[in-house]
């Protein structure tokens, strides 16, 4: 079947995707509650969308789609203080991180739901590895080829998405010196990775889609774990390296960044090559290792540069353009998180304040639900 029409529609609308973590309140594991919150959720309307992830402990919320910061956060909060009441009474914290810190991927059980057991079926133990959160945020495009061109232009930034949202620096009980771990599980899929570089719709649909699809392998775009790729369905591209931060205020910052940043991108126009990804492999390991001390070499100029002191000098490109958005704001949140460290030096301080993996997981707990830690 053909790779559907790309529903070109507003540009720079955008939507975002939070995977979350179901934590039992007396000794802070995972807990597979998932069937449990969406009943409950389900009693009454919610302000947005809630299913369920590939395994029991998880669930997905999605806001709609936005033009405005202001109005993301203000959905994002509401979704937030919805599965507090809930998960208060189930006695089950909610909170964000990429990763749980101790859970162990073994104990875990596939939601029952057919997409998640035929993955399950294929990729074997990774389905249950795959227990981890991430952020996706979509960006509205006029067109398909626009959206091509924005996956491509993005690529040089997309350092900066790991090491601001970066939540992951625990698994299966020990400190893995990675600010973000979780992408080390993303990364372990077949089909992960960047998407080809193409930039018309109809070389991409009829040619490297149709061919993938003629193999088998996939049936729709669902089925690529690509960092950023097309969603026709919705006429978007969705970003997907982010780590789920640990309040919904950084996950709406987030998103307005990468708003902001698609602005300047299509007004500048700049040309893309191939030749743009000869570091990406290793810019996205620098991010993910040592997060907001990364240090990235430019695509094209070829130097070197600290990925904390890139991101300040692009918030400052990028202040006329979200002066325009209404999203200011999101930026300052940004500079501070560039200035004082990331979430995964937050769960670390906590760790070694606590003396614990449990009172960290309860500080993220508290902190999700806007409480002070």
């Not at 919805?82 to 596939?110: K, M, Y």
């Amino acid at each position: 079947m053909a790779l559907e029409a790309f529903k070109a529609g507003n540009a720079l609308t955008m939507g975002v995707e939070l995977e979350l973590q179901l934590v039992d309140l007396t000794d802070f594991d995972l807990t597979p509650a998932a069937a449990d919150m969406l009943f409950l959720l389900g009693k009454k309307p919610f302000p947005g969308d809630v299913k369920p992830e590939i395994t029991e402990s998880m669930i997905e919320i999605s806001t709609d789609v936005h033009t405005d910061y202001g109005a993301l956060l203000g959905q994002l909060g509401q979704m937030r203080n919805a599965l507090v009441e809930a998960g208060d009474r189930l006695n089950v914290g909610i909170c964000g991180g990429g990763t749980h810190p101790f859970q162990r991927w073994s104990e875990q059980r596939i939601f029952d739901k057919p997409r998640f057991q035929e993955l399950s079926v294929l990729y074997g133990y990774l389905a249950k590895q795959f227990t981890v959160f991430g952020q996706h945020v979509h960006i509205g495009c006029a067109s398909a080829d626009e959206g091509l061109y924005l996956l491509h232009a993005l690529n040089r930034y997309l350092p900066h998405f790991i090491a601001l949202s970066a939540s992951s620096p625990f698994l299966q009980g020990v400190d893995t010196l990675f600010d973000s771990a979780r992408l080390n599980s993303v990364f372990a899929f077949p089909l992960s990775g960047r998407a080809p570089f193409l930039l018309r719709w109809e070389d991409f649909a009829e040619g490297y889609f149709a061919k993938m699809e003629s193999t088998g392998v996939v049936k729709s775009m669902k089925d690529f774990y690509w960092d950023i790729r097309p969603k026709p369905e919705y006429g978007t591209i969705e970003l997907r390296v982010c780590d789920t931060p640990l309040s919904v205020e950084r996950a709406a910052a987030l998103a307005a960044y990468l708003q902001a940043l698609c602005r300047m991108l299509r007004e500048r126009g700049e040309p893309v090559s191939e030749d743009d990804y000869l570091v990406y492999n290793y810019n996205r390991f620098q991010a993910c290792r040592f997060g907001l001390e990364a240090t990235l070499v430019h695509p094209r100029r070829h130097q070197t540069l600290a990925l904390r002191d890139d991101v300040l000098a692009t918030l400052e490109q990028l202040a006329p353009h979200a002066a325009a958005l209404g999203s200011s704001g999101a930026l300052e949140v940004l500079r501070r998180v560039a200035g004082k460290g990331n979430h995964a030096s937050d769960l670390r301080r906590w760790q070694s304040e606590s003396g614990g993996l449990r009172g960290m997981v309860d500080a993220a707990v508290r902190t999700f639900r806007g409480d002070e830690t």
